[in-house]
């Protein structure tokens, strides 16, 4: 690598605690194969406080600290202290089990700057139908003890074939609660979703209703509630600039210690990426073959490496190339230049029946699932 296309540092750091959780949602990003990692795999506190310390000297300036649950740690309070005593902006993604008042004031002390609530719908039926656990009322409390305590609130609703007639509705949840941000984030098809896809990807019908309700009620919040709508790219020409490009601002660390380009990338196949138990964080950013094999575009197709547009995707998702086309260094399938953009196609006519597009029990999150699906 040379000086001119050296990358910048991580500016984001996400710390990926744990892959417990007492949730079991049926679109859980995390990988499909999360059971292989136990909780004596993850990384200790001293561990985890030696990676905060070397991003931020690397010029880490933001700091997640997510799951699985993050609160299943008990170290979590330590480790915020920490982030918030190099100077991090920090970041709690959660799904409200394990937020009791006691632990909310200690966070609080510690200096946790911004807290994220999922909800998974509007209605407590569907809620715990799709987290597979009755967690609503909970969650509803949390959220009080989140306004208590003086944080800004994100609350957050993956949105898909089952819930997206709910959006007026949580909408109205989210003004009721207090939030003063709103993440309507479509499901992208990855891990768990894509085992579910048929079930869960909306109808392009549902998809304009929901754009316009929500736009209406932009119109009538204003300021008092931000609200992000992030399309699927299933329903795009174009594909997303992944992680803002491969290497470039994003650093993931997983419960066991695997750094990774985003919280995917371990599927990849003939790809091996450090551990932070035996490679600082430095050299796993500038100087592994993991972080450094898509970065550039000498890893391209001629379809992208010939292409006006690849400054503006650079080329798309890696693990949706491979999901999708089976090969990462192919264009991104969502692309309509891709040769195997026919599956996106096909998956999205599927979606424009009506009802139920499959009679298929959704497969639920969770170990013993985990363990079937990769032994
Ligand atoms: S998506 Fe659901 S199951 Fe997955 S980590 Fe978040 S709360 Fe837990
Ligand atoms: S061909 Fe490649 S670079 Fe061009 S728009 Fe499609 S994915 Fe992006």
């Not at 200096?111 to 509007?122: A, E, N, P």
């Not at 090969?327 to 230049?337: H, L, R």
Request: glycine letters at 6%; hydrophobic letters at 35%.
């Amino acid at each position: 690598m040379t000086a001119t296309d050296r990358p910048g540092p991580p500016l984001w750091l996400l710390a990926e605690l744990t892959y417990r959780c007492p949730l079991h949602c049926a679109f859980c990003y995390n990988p499909v194969d999360f059971a292989r990692t136990s909780a004596d795999d993850e990384l200790d506190t001293e561990a985890w406080l030696r990676v905060l310390n070397e991003a931020r000297v690397l010029g880490s300036v933001q700091c997640g600290f997510s799951g699985g649950e993050p609160l299943v740690r008990d170290d979590l309070e330590v480790l915020v202290a920490e982030a918030h005593r190099l100077g991090y902006y920090t970041n709690l993604l959660t799904s409200g089990v394990g937020l009791t008042e006691d632990r909310a004031e200690a966070l609080k002390r510690a200096g946790l700057d911004h807290i994220q609530l999922s909800f998974q719908d509007t209605t407590k039926e569907l809620n715990d139908f799709l987290s597979h656990t009755r967690t609503f009322d909970l969650k509803q409390k949390v959220a009080h003890t989140i306004k208590a305590n003086g944080w800004p609130m994100v609350m957050n609703c993956v949105i898909h074939r089952l819930n997206i007639d709910h959006i007026g509705q949580i909408i109205e949840m989210a003004v009721a609660l207090g939030a003063e941000y709103l993440e309507l984030a479509n499901n992208q098809y990855y891990s768990w979703a894509l085992l579910n896809r048929d079930q869960l990807l909306p109808s392009r019908e549902q998809l304009e209703r929901a754009e316009r309700i929500t736009n209406e009620y932009r119109a009538k919040l204003g300021d008092k509630l931000r609200i992000f709508f992030v399309v699927p790219d299933y329903y795009e020409t174009r594909p997303k600039k992944c992680m803002n490009g491969w290497g470039n601002v994003f650093l993931t660390v997983t419960p066991d210690g695997t750094a990774l380009p985003c919280h995917t990338a371990k599927m990849l196949p003939g790809l091996s990426f450090p551990n932070v138990r035996e490679t600082s964080v430095g050299e796993i950013w500038y100087d592994s073959e993991g972080f450094n094999r898509y970065r550039g575009d000498g890893w391209m197709s001629d379809t992208c490496k010939t292409c006006p547009d690849k400054e503006k995707d650079l080329g798309g998702c890696r693990c949706q190339a491979f999901m999708l086309a089976g090969d990462a260094a192919a264009p991104d399938p969502v692309c309509d230049k891709s040769p195997a953009h026919q599956v996106v196609l096909d998956a999205v006519a599927r979606a424009q029946r009506p009802g139920a597009v499959s009679t298929a029990p959704l497969v639920f999150r969770d170990p013993k699932a985990s363990r079937q699906i990769a032994p």
